[in-house]
Each structure stands twice: as C-alpha cells, then as structure tokens.
C-alpha cells in the first residue's frame, strides 16, 4: 500500500497555509519561481495602470467598470508575493531539464506559420510548415517526408474546412488554385 | 413523471439522423483521443470550439458530450495495454488493468472497463434526468448575491482541487480572471486592457484562450521534455466478453463505482480523480478470496478496473448536472463546454431548461444513445482502437497543432489570432512546467465575466453597499460550502492521519 505514490500524496503532512501543499519542493532558491512573482507582479501594475484611466461616472452602483480589476490586481499581487516566498524558499518541485531544442523548433513553426499566413503564402503551406517542424520537435528528423505529409493533411483539412463546413482560410496562390479548379 | 415525458421528448431530438451523426461523430472522435496519451477530451472539445460553430447548438453540444463520454471509455484503453493513462480520470485503471493485460487476461480487463462505463454512464445519466429538474427548482430562486456566491464557490473550489497546491490553483484563476476582463465592458462599454489593438477591444474568443492553454502549451510541454516516445503496448489477449463468473466479481464495484462517481461529479472538486481513487481503494479494501490474493501479490484484479471505470463515467454525467442547471463547470471538459454553450449566446442554468428545453433535453437523450453506441464501438471493434496507439507520436502532435491553428484561424478569419494563440500557448507552457494547474485560468476567463456582471448589478441595485453579498441566507451557506471544500480535504487528510496512528499503535 504504502509503494503506491497516489496514496502517499493523500498521507502528506499538514502544511502551512500557503506552502507548496504538495510538498515535493527542491528546497533551493528558484530563479525561475522569482521571476514569475515579478512577472505577476508587473501584470498587477498594468490592470491598475489601465484601470485608473477610465474616465469616471457617476452611477448608483458607485463603483464602475474599474473596481473588477482592481480588485483583481490586488489578488493578483498577493499571489506575487506568495510565490515569491514560495520560489525563495524553494517551495517549486524540481523540474525536468528542459529540451530548449525541441521547444525552439515548435515555438518557430508557429511564428513561421503567422508569417507566412500575414506574407500571404495560404493556410496550406504555411500548416504543412508548421506540421514539419512540430513533427522535428518531437524527433522525427526526417524534415521532407514531414513536410510532405503536411503538405497532404494540410490539403485534406483545407478542403474538409473550406467545402465541407465553410470555414474561411487565409488563401493563397495555392487556395486559390484549387478554388479555381473546383469551381 | 414530467422529467419522463421531457425525456421522451428529447429522444425524438436525439433520434434526428443529424443529432444521431453528431453523436456518434462524438464518441468516435473521444475514444479515440481517449486512446492516445496526451490527449484528454477536455483538449479536444478545445480544439472543435472553433470548428463546431457551423455544426448548430444542439448538435455540437451532444457532439461534446459524446468526446466527454467516448473519452472516459477510450482512457481505459492506453491504460490498460501501455500502462500510460490517456487521462487523468483513468490512472486508477492503469494498476491493476496494466497487471492484467501482463498475464495475459488484457481482453477480460477491456471488457470489464467498457462494461463498467456503460453501467456507469446508463445509471448516472438516468440519475442526472431525475436530479436535475429539482436542481433547477432551487436554482430558480437564486438573485445576484446567490449566483454571485455560487461563483466564488467554484472559483475556489476549482483552485483547491485542480493540482495540489493551492497558492498555484489561485494564482492561475486571478490570470484567468484577468483575461476575462480584456475587452469591452457590457455594462458601460469601456474597453479595458485592450492596450489600442483593435482585435483585443472586442472580448478574446474563449476558443483561443483554451486551444492556447490546453492544446499549444501541453504541446510544448509534452516536447520540452526528453522523453523515449517508445512504449511497448500489450496486446489484447483473451476474450474481450466477460463470463458470468468475471460479471459476478465486476457488478458490485461497478455499483460502488457508479454511486462514488455520481456523489463526486458534481461537486466541484475536479472531476474523476477523486471518485476513481475512492472506487479502488474500496474495491481493494473489500476484496476478499481470489480478489485479495490477485490485489496483494499484483497479479491484477478485476475489481479494481470495474469499480474505477464505472466511476469516471458516472462522474462525466454527475458533471451535467451542476454545468446545466447552475451553469457551473466543475471538470475541464465541462468548462468547455460552457464555453461551447456560451458560443452560442446561450448561458446554462436555470433558465436554460425552461428556454431551451428540446436543447436540454435532446442533450439528455443522446447521452443515452452515446452510451449505447459506446459499448459496441469499445467491445467488438476494440481491434481498431488499439491501432491508433501504433500512430507516431511526432506526427500525431504535429496533426493536433495544425488542427489547433486551423480552427482558430478559421474561426476569428485573422493570423492576428495566432498571435493570441501562441502568447496563451507559451503561459500555458509555463503554467504546465511550473505545475500551476490550467483549469482554473479557463474557469476564471469563463465565469469572470459572469461573475463580475452579477457583482456589479448587485452594486447598483444596493446603491453601491456591499452587504448584500452576505444578507442572503443561501448565498452565506454556499459560502460556508466553499471554505469547506477548501479546506475540508486537509482536515480531512488530519482526521486519516489520527485514525492511522490509532491503528498502527493498536
């Protein structure tokens, strides 16, 4: 009973209220934790930036459209702080190294596909690239036979989307063919 | 007797060929997605949001609901024969599944699973169809301040479950929240936080924000890590049929199962995880003769994959019934969809039944036929299902990020979009990694809006006083609700604790 990592989870000790409940922290200072205070930090300052440029109305309920995000960026400060002493503390589990590599060639997919589709390339090539590099990121290393098959599931959901349920994607020379053709 | 002749109302909805083809479009498109891990049925509603505008309200909400159903089957099966849950209501099924499938009894465990989601599905669903028009009776009741209370309930609730860590849970509901409040207000038409971009000053489509969350920031996660994508898969061995001895050992878990599911799915505490944990630990305490001695020496019961099975689809229809009397998601596949239903201007709650009673209904109806449909796609076409877990991961991945941009492109008709999408996508990542749970972020972006028009009108009705929130008795006890499901569970992990020291010094 005990070998089971579920149930030991269900056994941990009480904790202090705003600790790490699941209690598998490094213990170590965590950069990364601290950065995401400030960054919750700084999106509190935007909200209330925002927030008290609106111009100001006299209304029954006496509160307008600002009070929600104040009250908002207040939750969102204290959380600031809580996760500041969480990551000073290091109350963050330890986390798996992180495959930079893979990471960089999805998330360059993805920005290639937006700038493909804003140049005017057509949702088929812009997906069919998207698809070869995602399929990269997971290991598949075999850039052109990617790319291929993109290129057909691409095609296959271009022509499900836009003639079976009428969706509208960016066109491009290639759309525009096969507009043409089944016209 | 009104809630049969409703229901046999539904039934002609459900039965249209158009309503029948959505459902089973459903069902097929969450087992499989069921099947693969990695992906649950909550990314998949995420990923249809966009597409299914076409598809009509009642026909894209029995779709969701057949992916919600499909997928509490289809777990079942990457459990049971890769001993990866293909979600998280299905890791209970894994252990003694896994076991099983290893001596060769893999057919008995599949069998067992996918009878004990049909028995589960049939007797929750009959359940949801009889408790929810009484729901609604008190639900008609409710003013700002209930409903507003109601709201915070789930905001807590959903950040104390998901997860473990609450501090976590909070922080990704106040960033939910906070996407919630991107665009223009409806009370007063002031834009907020739309920082001059005129595709922000409208409200950000609950599509984006969810396909971004779930679909592109797990993406990223799943490939951050250096992971062998290779696992061996058993194969199915044995019969998938059970005999009446394999019945007899399967039929009271799968009524415990059936009861726990239903008991905890709709409360909000994060939909199957706590009920299947409960169904094997109780199928394994009470296991006596050859169930005890398979449990102790791990060979593989078939209890504990009876009883965890016929949970987690009991709890896909407890779920329902919070999400269509009180409008409160409870699970994230019922965050979605609400989100689903509100694509279509409809908010569920009290009022839904009384507005759209064929929608409700013909919903109601069609879990039936889901359930029916789903027992026979799981149990003689099994073959076919395993198949999908031969699929090469890299190349499925990259299906679902083309799919994911393509709904959303479609859907909004502008690249500015994937943008969006990719800024949501690499929270969620982050999220993710850092082990914040997402389902709060979505909840909030969801219920936010709501919650702040039921808080604001409640200002202006009161002239601006406060204390209208706490002057309602209801609302004080929904209240009294939430603090106790937030904190219910440590003190209830006290009492174990207490009671294990009791035992171990006795």
Redesign the interface.
């Known amino acids: 009973m005990s070998g089971?990592p579920?149930?030991q989870?269900?056994?941990?000790?009480?904790r202090l209220?705003?600790d790490?409940?699941?209690g598998h922290g490094t213990g170590k200072r965590d950069l990364?934790?601290l950065l995401?205070a400030v960054a919750?930090f700084g999106?509190a300052m935007?909200?209330v930036n925002?927030?008290s440029g609106?111009?100001i109305?006299r209304?029954?309920?006496?509160?307008?459209?600002e009070?929600?995000?104040y009250l908002?960026a207040g939750?969102?400060s204290v959380?600031a702080v809580?996760?500041a002493i969480?990551a000073w503390r290091g109350a963050?589990?330890a986390?798996?190294?992180?495959?930079?590599g893979?990471?960089s060639?999805?998330?360059g997919?993805?920005?290639l596909?937006?700038f493909m589709?804003?140049g005017g390339t057509g949702?088929i090539a812009g997906?069919a690239v998207?698809?070869?590099f995602?399929?990269?990121?997971?290991?598949?290393k075999t850039l052109p036979l990617?790319l291929g098959?993109?290129l057909l599931?691409?095609t296959l959901?271009y022509l499900l989307?836009r003639y079976g349920?009428?969706?509208?994607?960016?066109a491009g020379p290639v759309e525009r063919a096969i507009d043409l053709l089944l016209r | 007797m009104d809630t049969f002749i409703l229901l046999f109302e539904g039934l002609a909805t459900a039965t249209q060929p158009s309503n029948l083809m959505f459902a089973l479009l459903g069902v097929m498109l969450g087992t499989a997605v069921g099947v693969m891990p990695g992906i649950g049925p909550a990314l998949t509603v995420a990923l249809l949001l966009p597409?299914s505008l076409?598809f009509g309200a009642t026909g894209s909400m029995i779709m969701f609901a057949g992916i919600y159903y499909g997928g509490m089957y289809g777990g079942a099966i990457s459990s049971i024969l890769l001993n990866t849950p293909g979600e998280t209501a299905s890791?209970?099924t894994a252990?003694e599944g896994n076991r099983m499938a290893k001596r060769g009894k893999g057919g008995k465990a599949l069998g067992a699973a996918a009878f004990g989601s049909f028995f589960g599905g049939m007797f929750a669903t009959l359940g949801l169809a009889v408790v929810a028009p009484f729901m609604v009776m008190v639900a008609l009741s409710f003013g700002t301040a209930e409903y507003f209370a109601l709201m915070v309930l789930s905001f807590m609730t959903v950040s104390a479950a998901f997860?473990?860590?609450?501090?976590?849970g909070?922080?990704a509901l106040?960033?939910g929240?906070?996407i919630g409040?991107v665009g223009t207000?409806k009370?007063?038409g002031?834009v907020?936080?739309a920082f001059g971009i005129p595709e922000m000053s409208d409200n950000i489509s609950i599509a984006i924000v969810a396909v971004g969350l779930f679909a592109?920031g797990e993406?990223?996660y799943?490939?951050?890590?250096?992971v062998n994508?290779k696992e061996k898969a058993q194969a199915v061995s044995g019969s998938v049929w059970l005999n009446w001895g394999d019945f007899k050992r399967c039929i009271r878990p799968y009524i415990r199962g059936t009861g726990l599911g239903f008991l905890f799915g709709p409360l909000p505490t994060g939909g199957a995880e706590i009920p299947t944990?409960l169904s094997y630990?109780t199928e394994k305490r009470l296991a006596t003769g050859e169930a005890r001695r398979e449990f102790d020496e791990g060979l593989g019961a078939i209890e504990g994959v009876a009883g965890p099975e016929a949970a987690n689809n009991a709890s896909a229809a407890g779920t329902l019934i919070p999400l269509l009397t009180l409008g409160l998601p409870t699970s994230a596949t019922a965050a979605m969809m609400l989100a689903g239903f509100q694509q279509y201007g409809l908010q569920p709650g009290p009022l839904l039944f009384t507005n759209n009673a064929d929608l409700v209904w013909g919903l109601v109806a069609s879990l039936f036929i889901a359930n029916l449909m789903l027992v026979v796609l799981n149990v003689p076409f099994i073959g076919i299902w395993v198949k999908l877990l031969t699929i090469?991961?890299?190349?499925l991945?990259?299906?679902i990020?083309?799919?994911a941009?393509?709904g959303i492109?479609?859907?909004q008709?502008s690249?500015f979009a994937?943008?969006l999408?990719?800024g949501f996508?690499?929270i969620g990542?982050?999220m993710r990694?850092?082990?914040y749970p997402l389902a709060p972020a979505l909840v909030g972006a969801i219920l936010g809006p709501l919650a702040?028009e039921q808080?604001?009108r409640g200002?202006?009705i009161n002239?601006?006083d406060w204390m209208f929130l706490i002057e309602s008795r209801i609302a004080l006890a929904i209240y009294a609700i939430a603090l106790l499901s937030v904190f219910g569970p440590?003190l209830w992990?006290?009492v174990?604790?207490a009671s294990?020291k009791t035992t171990a010094a006795a």
């Open positions: 089971d579920k149930n989870a269900a056994e941990e000790d009480l209220p705003f790490d409940e699941t990364a934790g995401i919750l999106l935007v909200i925002d927030a609106y111009p109305r209304s029954y309920a006496k509160f307008g459209p009070i929600v995000p908002i939750g969102i959380m809580i996760t969480m963050f589990e986390r798996d190294p992180l495959n930079i893979a990471l060639w999805l998330v997919g993805i920005v596909e937006i589709l804003y949702f997906s998207l698809f070869a995602a399929a990269r990121a997971f290991g598949q990617n098959i993109g599931l691409s959901l989307f349920l009428g969706l509208s994607l960016p | 597409v076409s890791i209970m252990l997860g473990g860590s609450m501090s976590r909070l922080t106040f960033i929240l906070t409040i207000d009370l007063t002031q907020r936080l592109i993406t990223m799943l490939a951050s890590q250096y994508h944990f630990t090469p991961r890299p190349w991945y990259a299906g990020l083309c799919f941009t393509l492109v479609g859907a008709g690249p994937l943008i999408l990719l996508g690499l990542f982050v990694r850092f082990g702040e808080l604001r200002l202006m002239q601006g440590r992990a006290l174990r604790k294990r």
